[in-house]
Every structure is written in structure tokens, then in C-alpha cells.
């Protein structure tokens, strides 16, 4: 081998004999973090780690809490580096093949925590939050239940928002000869409003909408479905119930805009203009004059348009009466984390007095505790008052937004083209409810039988 | 010597020269060893990448899987269930439809731009240039860059068509048009095909042209009988690529009208993405992959097939 010159078959010998070692250290384990054993309250991590943070929100007010908590954090815990993966959380497939490739968030933030503890992809925290000392009877019960499945809880809430809200432009109002201070209080009025404040060019363009059904909260079915009077899950039979006269009450009322404005001329005003809140929204571009909404609403506002003039009411209801959904966001551990301990001792911390403050002097949200709730001042944010003074202890009825439930995408993404396809003459009500019910009805038995 | 050998072992000889072709001598072996050697990363990449999945998702397609969870088998269900779904059956109609204007429509367009490009243009090589850029824009970026295109109140093309007095087109909103947009969108992205015609245009002899001339024929007959025979082996390539990439067609729809407006643009790629990924339901995702496979291959032969007809190679018919 030691000759002046190198033969082909030694080359190839010694190619082969690189080869197989790059391989074998290629294939190496990676070394795993050593686990943290300290307590569930701010104990400083043997060594060094860095722990990811999922969250749902981008570069907004909710992002820069979560960013100033986790700063805090590691203020306190030196050698624990928490990176918040900004708009990390917001699908359910990123979460998925995330834990199904075994490399998950240390912490998520949860949308579809149903979905997830079916099949067993988050950590039960039972016992975690019981060892904690956490009061769970401070917490609403509404809130635990959302990230609740088969009796025990996946997540810890973080952040609450109250639903089934409808918020309006003042000035819009006024320019369409509405007054201004009045919002509607009933489906009828509602219609109504919205055809006065909608403008159509000579093409049928769509320049100015007075509501979108769709829009906001309302592409949720759970908040037609509760503003019909109905009750979109049975959760004793693990059922969504869909074929039912109220959701088609919802579906027919909802249609009645399709019909008024043109299934094509929504459409396009959709393309045309962002959704929800924001600076491309419609809403905050001041060309809708409603939007069906939740709590965060005034923090937001305050933030991307302060100048807009917005009232806030309870969502109408075809039953008349005032009906507040339960929503917000909270914190899971998926399953084959590297450190469940860390994961639990951050979680705890984001939702200790410390991570509630900076929520509400960046974002004006809050924790869906009501001792928290008890001390908070909304002076400074306009229109938070209304959320916390009569959103919660007005309402008649009291349910949860739903959309933590398993399947409830698949539900969901089936409305709102249900809902096209009726108004496009392509179905009939009933034909469609009745579907909409069979394939989720399929989809849940399938799910559950690989339980 | 294969023969005496063969007739010792009561083997017939033409089995036995069979065997013999297929047995390799050293040298052979020593070769074929190095061969693979050299091709091994290829190789343990194809495996591992490619072969692996395929047959890990044939496997998967006869499961009930949502990744979570280990598979259950249900053998052939989920193919009984996708031809009665009428979401599957929505979704195959606008993939063909899709591949039926859009293939032809990039060919013609591909071929119409290289024949332009051909002559002897100013600023040829700047113009080229122009006409490739669209192909290799990121499709995120076309996609956003079309979206302002075909809004319905400040987009280009409403705007001159109002400035015309003409009413605006629902490009996006309207089932009718969505899914011409999107073909218009991968006409815009031509380059590609107009590179390749480009090359098979430039091989082809100027003595052709000039005999032709000689005989009389005008521009259209030169086109007819000389250009486009001999170009029918990249127009065969340019629509063999066009049809697989038409048939797994993702991209610009997600990202413009996720399957919008009424399921009018959900191809079977955007079926296949939200059954798997969205609804947890990867076993009846992977059986809709091999039925898209399985038309894959069978248009594609069906091209192949019918190419001994018209693809003329050096003159000579296949």
C-alpha cells in the first residue's frame, strides 16, 4: 500500500473504508439532553438546553408577549434558552408530521388539542397540574374543557377570549344612515344593516360589505350552530351534531347574504381583501362594517387601527338570546419530548403571575382565571370594558368555541364549501346537512376505531 | 464448449447458451462490483429516498393510518372508497381538465415563442432571456404576483378591460374561470418548453428549408413539412414532462384558491395534501397517490404508443 503510486483496487479499498465510516457517524444517536429533574417552579436546568415554543400567533402584540416571556424566562433560568417558533403552531399538520417524525415542540401552543390527545400525541397533564398546586377551580371550567379529552386535560390555558362577539364601524353606520351607537340585535336586523352598508359597483363588484358571515368567528360552524340555539357537539356520544334544524336555520341564514350579494361577488371581494383583523383585513381597511369576532379584538384594534371608532356587542341570535362562547389558547407538551420536566416547568411558568402580566401590558389579553379577571383595569384599550364587564356576566348561555375538538377541521373545511355550493344552486339544504353529517360521522367512527 | 458441456448435463443447448450469457466471468463480476461501488450513494439514496416510500405508501394505502397511530389494515377499502367519493371524482375532473388545456396550450405557446425566437431577432439573446424568467420564478412568487394580477377591482387586467368600458372577469371567484386562470398562469411559464423547442429548432437542417424553398412551399408549408416533423421528438418530451407535472399539479392552486371556489380548483395533488395532512387520514391518501400513479403511467404509454406515429427521428419513422 505504501508504494509511489496508489492502484485502482487500493483506491477502491480505501473509498470503501471512508465510506463505511462517514456512514456509521452519520448514523450516530444524537446525544440526548440530560432531563431536568428541578421542580416545577423555575428550577435552573443542570445544563445547558434549549427548549422550542410553538406558538400561533406571528409578528403581532401576542407574538411579542410570548417573546418577552420566554426572555424572562431565561432571565431566571440562565441555561435554558427558549426560541418561540413564531406562527409555528397554527396548523395542525405541521404539529402532526412534527410528532410523527420525532421531532416535536418541547411546548406548543394548541389549536386541535382533541385531535391530537386521540391519538395519543400529547402528554395528559392531570397529575402535573395536581403536583403544581395550580387551582383549577380559579381557572373556567369552559376553558379547561376545551383542551380536555376522554376526562383528562392536555393542555394549561393561557389566554382567554370570550366569542361570539359582533363588532362594528361607527362610521360606516353612520355614512349608510344607520345609527351609529345602535348595533343590530337580531338576525332580521342584522340582514339588514349589512344590506345598507353594502356597496356594488355597476358590475356588482363588491366595494364595501356590510357583514360576512364567514368572516371572523363566523367561519367557525360551532358559532352559527350556538347562534341558531343549537348544540354542535354530543359529547357524551362523541358526535358532531350537523344535520339538525338549527344548523339549518344557520346554513339558510347564512346563505340569504350569498344570494343578496352573489356567490361570486363575496368570492372575489375575499381574494380582493384579507379576513379577520389586521391591516389588510377588511375590517381595519374600513370596507366591512361587521365582524363577528372575540375579546382580543380591542387589543388588537388598539394596535393596528386605534383611530377606528368600533362598538362591540353580543353576536344576534335567532333565539334572542345572549349567548357567549369560550374560546382563547393554552399550552400542551407533545409526546417523546427530550425533557417533559422542562417543557412542564416552562408551561407552569407562562402561566404564573409573571407571564399573565406581560400578556396583558403587550397584548390586553388575559388568563382565563377569574381571580386575574377580578383585578383587571380596561381603561386604555377601548371596548375592552364591554368584554369583561357584560360578555361573561351578561350572557344567557354559556358554551365553548369548539374547535378543539377531533375532526374538527375535517367539520369545518366541509362548511364552508357546503355553504358555497348551496348558494352556487349545486345542492339543497337538507341534501348537503345530510352529507356534511355522513362523512364526519364516518370519519369519526375510523378514528376512533384505530384508538 | 457450452454445447459438449451442456449435452454432458442433458441440458438443451439453446437453454444452455441462455445460462451462459448470463454468467459472467471474473473480470465481469470485477467490473459489475466496481461499477456499483461507484454508483452506491445513487444507489443507498434511491433506496432509502425513493423505493422505500413507494412501497411503504403501496403498503400504507391498504391501512387506516393517521401517522399517530400504527396502521390497521383494511386491504382494499380505502380504493372501494375513494371512486365513491365524489370529492376523489371532483378532484380527478378538474386534474384532466387541467392537463388537457394546459399541456397542449404550453406545448403550442413553448413552440410558438422558440419558433419567434429563431429568427434573427434584435436583442435576441435579451428577449430569450425574458421569455425563460417566468419558469423559474418561485412559484410562491408568481403565485402572489398573479393574485394582484387577476384582482377583480385594481388587477391589471380588469382595469384595462374597464378601461374599455368592458366588465371585469371573476378570475378567481367564479367556477368558470378559476381554473382557465390557473392554465393561463403556466402559459405565462412556458420557458422551459420554449428552451428545449429552442435547441430542437436550431438542429434542424437549413438545407431542408432551402430545398423546400426550391420546391415552392411557403412559409406555412416549411412549418408543416419540415419544421414540425422534425421536431416531434421534443414535442413527444415537452408533453411526456408537461402531463406528469399537469397531473401533480399543487402549487400555485394552494397557494392562490386552496381548491376554491367550490372545490372547483381542488386537484387530486390538494386532495391528496388535506386528506393526509390535514385530516389524518395518510392510508387513504397514499391509495389516492397510486391511483394517481397508476394514470400517470397509463397516459404516458398511451403517449408512447401513439408517438410510432408521429415522432420522426433523423428523418427515419420509429
Not at chain 1, 220 to 239: M, P, S, V
Not at chain 1, 333 to 358: L, R
Not at chain 2, 155 to 170: D, E, H, Q, R, W
Request: hydrophobic share 45%; proline share 5%; with cysteine.
Amino acid at each position: 500500500m505504501f508504494r509511489n503510486h496508489v492502484s485502482r483496487r487500493d483506491f477502491l479499498r480505501l473509498a470503501l473504508v471512508g465510506t463505511g465510516a462517514a456512514a456509521l457517524a452519520g448514523c450516530q444517536a444524537a446525544v440526548v439532553p440530560t432531563q431536568q429533574t428541578g421542580s416545577a417552579t423555575g428550577a435552573v436546568a443542570a445544563e445547558a438546553m434549549t427548549l422550542d415554543w410553538w406558538i400561533v400567533w406571528g409578528e403581532d402584540v401576542f407574538g411579542d408577549a410570548c417573546r418577552q416571556i420566554a426572555g424572562l424566562y431565561h432571565e431566571a433560568n440562565p441555561n435554558v434558552e427558549v426560541k418561540v417558533g413564531l406562527g409555528a403552531s397554527g396548523s395542525v399538520e405541521k404539529i402532526m408530521t412534527a410528532v410523527a417524525g420525532g421531532v416535536p415542540p418541547d411546548i406548543t401552543e394548541l389549536g386541535p388539542v382533541g385531535e391530537l390527545a386521540m391519538r395519543k400525541a400529547l402528554v395528559p397533564l392531570d397529575e402535573l397540574i395536581a403536583a403544581s398546586g395550580i387551582d383549577l377551580n380559579d381557572i373556567w371550567e369552559a376553558s379547561i374543557k376545551r383542551g380536555s379529552w376522554a376526562g383528562q386535560i392536555y393542555w394549561l390555558p393561557f389566554q382567554a377570549d370570550y366569542t361570539s362577539a359582533l363588532m362594528w364601524d361607527k362610521e360606516i353606520f353612520q355614512q349608510a344612515g344607520l345609527d351609529p351607537e345602535q348595533p343590530p340585535t337580531s338576525w332580521e336586523e342584522m340582514r339588514a344593516y349589512s344590506d345598507q352598508a353594502t356597496q356594488q359597483d355597476d358590475s356588482g363588484n363588491v366595494t364595501q360589505i356590510g357583514l360576512r358571515p364567514l368572516d371572523g368567528i363566523g367561519v367557525f360552524a360551532g358559532t352559527w350552530c350556538h347562534a341558531a340555539g343549537g348544540t354542535l357537539y354530543d359529547e357524551e356520544n362523541l358526535k358532531y351534531n350537523l344535520d339538525t334544524p338549527e344548523m339549518a336555520d344557520a346554513v339558510n341564514y347564512i346563505l340569504g347574504y350569498y344570494q343578496q350579494y352573489g356567490v361570486e361577488n363575496l368570492a372575489a371581494f375575499s381574494t380582493n381583501v384579507g379576513g379577520w383583523q389586521g391591516a389588510d383585513s377588511a375590517f381595519n381597511r374600513r370596507v366591512q362594517a361587521m365582524l363577528i369576532n372575540g375579546s382580543w379584538a380591542p387589543g388588537v384594534q388598539l394596535d393596528v387601527a386605534p383611530e377606528q371608532k368600533v362598538g362591540y356587542t353580543f353576536l344576534p341570535t335567532k333565539t334572542g338570546k345572549k349567548v357567549q362562547l369560550i374560546g382563547g389558547h393554552g399550552n400542551g407538551i407533545p409526546t417523546a419530548v427530550k425533557a417533559p420536566d422542562a417543557s412542564w416547568d416552562f408551561m407552569h411558568f407562562v402561566n404564573s403571575q409573571t407571564g399573565a402580566e406581560v400578556l396583558w401590558d403587550i397584548a390586553k389579553a388575559h388568563p382565563p382565571a377569574k381571580s386575574w379577571v377580578a383585578t383587571l383595569d380596561p381603561s386604555g384599550v377601548p371596548g375592552l370594558e364591554w368584554f369583561l364587564q357584560h360578555a361573561y356576566n351578561d350572557a344567557d348561555e354559556q358554551g365553548y368555541l369548539q374547535e378543539t375538538l377531533p375532526l374538527h377541521d375535517l367539520m369545518n373545511s366541509h362548511f364552508g364549501s357546503m355553504i358555497e355550493e348551496i348558494a352556487a344552486g349545486q345542492k339543497q339544504v337538507a341534501e348537503a346537512l345530510a352529507e356534511w353529517q355522513s362523512i364526519v360521522d364516518t370519519a369519526f367512527e375510523e378514528a376512533k376505531q384505530a384508538a | 464448449m457450452a454445447d459438449s458441456q451442456s449435452l454432458r448435463q442433458g441440458i438443451p443447448g439453446n437453454l444452455a447458451r441462455k445460462k451462459q450469457q448470463w454468467r459472467l466471468t471474473v473480470l465481469e463480476r470485477r467490473e459489475l462490483f466496481k461499477a456499483l461501488l461507484f454508483i452506491s450513494p445513487w444507489l443507498m439514496g434511491f433506496l432509502a429516498f425513493q423505493l422505500y416510500p413507494i412501497l411503504s405508501s403501496l403498503y400504507y394505502s391498504l391501512t387506516a393510518y393517521d401517522v399517530l397511530r400504527p396502521p390497521v389494515f383494511v386491504g382494499l377499502e380505502n380504493y372501494q372508497e375513494l371512486f365513491q367519493d365524489r370529492f376523489f371524482v371532483n378532484a380527478l375532473y378538474n386534474t384532466l381538465y387541467y392537463t388537457l388545456f394546459a399541456v397542449p396550450g404550453g406545448v403550442v405557446v413553448g413552440f410558438a415563442l422558440a419558433s419567434l425566437l429563431n429568427t434573427n431577432l434584435y436583442l435576441r439573446s435579451v428577449l430569450r432571456t425574458i421569455y425563460y424568467l417566468p419558469a423559474i420564478v418561485p412559484q410562491f412568487i408568481s403565485a402572489m404576483v398573479w393574485l394582484w394580477i387577476y384582482n377583480t377591482q385594481y388587477g391589471l387586467i380588469n382595469v384595462f378591460l374597464a378601461s374599455y368600458g368592458l366588465k371585469g372577469i371573476p378570475w378567481l371567484s367564479s367556477t368558470t374561470w378559476s381554473k382557465p386562470s390557473l392554465i393561463l398562469i403556466s402559459l405565462w411559464a412556458s420557458g422551459t418548453t420554449m428552451v428545449i423547442f429552442l435547441a430542437a429548432l436550431q438542429d434542424v437542417p437549413k438545407e431542408l428549408y432551402e430545398a423546400a424553398r426550391l420546391d415552392g412551399a411557403n412559409s406555412l408549408q416549411e412549418l408543416r413539412h419540415v419544421t414540425v416533423p422534425l421536431v416531434t421528438p421534443a414535442i413527444l418530451f415537452n408533453a411526456l414532462i408537461s402531463i406528469i407535472g399537469a397531473l401533480q399539479y399543487f402549487s400555485i392552486a394552494w397557494i392562490m384558491t386552496e381548491g376554491g371556489p367550490q372545490r372547483s380548483t381542488e386537484f387530486l395533488g390538494l386532495y391528496l395534501y388535506r386528506s393526509a395532512f390535514a385530516f389524518f387520514r395518510m392510508g387513504y391518501a397514499s391509495a389516492v397517490a397510486w391511483v394517481l400513479l397508476a394514470l400517470t403511467v397509463v397516459i404516458a404509454l398511451l403517449v408512447f404508443r401513439t408517438s410510432a406515429h408521429w415522432v420522426y427521428y433523423g428523418g427515419e419513422k420509429l
